[in-house]
């Protein structure tokens, strides 16, 4: 369908059709205190020429990059240029949605290589075809755990998990059943065990525990498995940063159920906000309760490759609240994306990825600990992040910053109003040693 202006008699006709004698009696049943009267207060029509020269000279009285250090679940990435070439391709376009294969291939088998390296990026049996983002698949792992397990109804949540999923977890739980307890961090920032040990019980439905938490600190994989090992309570495993798979083992060599986690970290643009990439997998006894698409490998009637979706129908999407879930789309250019910038990196490309982050925060941190009286928050092990404690307000001193130029971190007040002097920086290889020298260098005059 087109979309075309209706001159004066295509509308008169139209109003005529539905018995309506004017546009003022169409909209009658709006209050008159709510109709606009008059026309909206704005510029008048400008040329393109004339509107793109205004708004290139006001683009130039700002800073078209300065050095940043933020992170929280998104992060600046170097993105080789090859990914956006590639990823224009036509042979990626289909003519309609993937649930017609005879037309969407290109779609299909993009899918499905995206669901192959991610299944063995996380060491998991099975991944689906993306999910919209990670706050949401982290709050879809624990509702299909209520799937596999619907007589249980406690939902154990460690403390790290980064604030915005936890409040998109409270979110999806609001209406049902299921209840959240939160396990607290230990003074090394790690989730404290023995109080998830404590909490575990018959009704324990699962444990979701991040990866490299929201503090940036490195969780102990292993111990929390075997934790969760002699019990029912299923074991899902969160990642804000896949990029630090390129260093530690995956969720899946310790035994996780299901895997999720936010995919924007290998290779999407920032992009303002979005749109980001949820990432889903699952061992492969719990497949058919697995939300969202899953693109499979079969052969035509030909006898050659060819890919379809499968293990669920178009009609179980659409079943409300019968549905596995109410997601029944995905992030299908993003997943693209991050399948092209995976292939093009390799795996010994993503191991050194991952060491260059490592090592970029490690200089950090020493540059911080020999050169000012700022302190960590916690002493653990972390990756590329990690929280300071100012002795000032953090809120003042970022705006101070933002406005010499130096995007020095996030609030920590944004997530926990009485935080008021927590500071969390992220280091990625897009930082550079006179960058992170600079950020010491403003740290060192709150002294």
């Not at 990026?121 to 949401?136: I, P, Q, R, T």
């Amino acid at each position: 369908m087109r979309y075309l202006p209706n001159d004066p008699k295509a509308r008169a006709e139209m109003l005529a059709q539905i018995g309506v004698k004017s546009e003022e009696e169409l909209f009658d049943s709006i209050p008159k205190n709510l109709q606009l009267k008059g026309l909206l207060g704005i510029s008048p029509p400008r040329s393109e020429f004339s509107l793109l020269k205004e708004l290139k000279e006001k683009a130039s009285q700002y800073p078209t990059e300065m050095p940043s250090f933020l992170g929280a679940g998104v992060y600046r990435r170097f993105i080789p240029t090859a990914v956006g070439s590639l990823v224009s391709r036509a042979e990626f376009l289909t003519a309609y949605t993937p649930y017609q294969p005879e037309v969407a291939q290109g779609t299909l088998q993009a899918m499905f290589e995206f669901q192959t390296l991610l299944s063995r990026l996380s060491g998991m049996d099975v991944a689906n075809a993306s999910m919209y983002e990670g706050a949401s698949a982290c709050a879809e792992a624990v509702m299909m755990a209520a799937r596999i397990n619907p007589k249980a109804t406690q939902v154990l949540v460690s403390a790290g998990l980064h604030p915005e999923y936890k409040e998109t977890l409270k979110t999806y739980l609001s209406f049902g059943k299921l209840e959240l307890q939160e396990i607290p961090l230990t003074d090394e920032g790690k989730t404290d065990l023995k109080a998830l040990g404590s909490a575990l019980g018959p009704n324990t439905l699962c444990s979701v525990l991040q990866v490299v938490n929201f503090a940036g600190v490195i969780e102990d994989q292993a111990a929390h498995a075997e934790l969760l090992g002699p019990t029912k309570v299923l074991n899902i495993a969160v990642m804000t940063d896949l990029s630090v798979l390129g260093l530690i083992q995956p969720p899946g060599h310790y035994g996780a159920d299901i895997f999720v986690g936010e995919g924007q970290s290998l290779g999407l643009p920032l992009s303002f906000g979005g749109p980001n990439l949820g990432v889903f997998a699952c061992k492969e006894a719990y497949l058919r309760k697995m939300p969202g698409r899953l693109s499979g490998m079969t052969h035509d009637d030909r006898g050659q490759r060819a890919f379809c979706l499968t293990l669920s129908t178009r009609e179980q999407h659409i079943r409300r609240e019968k549905a596995t879930s109410n997601i029944c789309s995905n992030q299908a250019l993003c997943a693209l994306w991050v399948t092209i910038y995976l292939s093009l990196l390799g795996q010994a490309g993503l191991k050194q990825l991952a060491q260059i982050n490592l090592s970029h925060a490690q200089y950090a941190k020493e540059q911080i600990k020999s050169k000012t009286q700022i302190k960590l928050r916690y002493a653990g092990q972390t990756y590329n992040e990690m929280v300071l404690e100012l002795p000032c307000n953090a809120t003042l001193w970022l705006d101070k910053m933002l406005h010499e130029g130096l995007l020095a971190g996030v609030d920590m007040a944004r997530f926990d109003a009485d935080d008021e002097g927590g500071l969390l920086v992220s280091f990625t290889e897009t930082n550079s040693k006179a960058e992170i020298d600079l950020l010491v260098s403003k740290l060192k005059e709150l002294a």
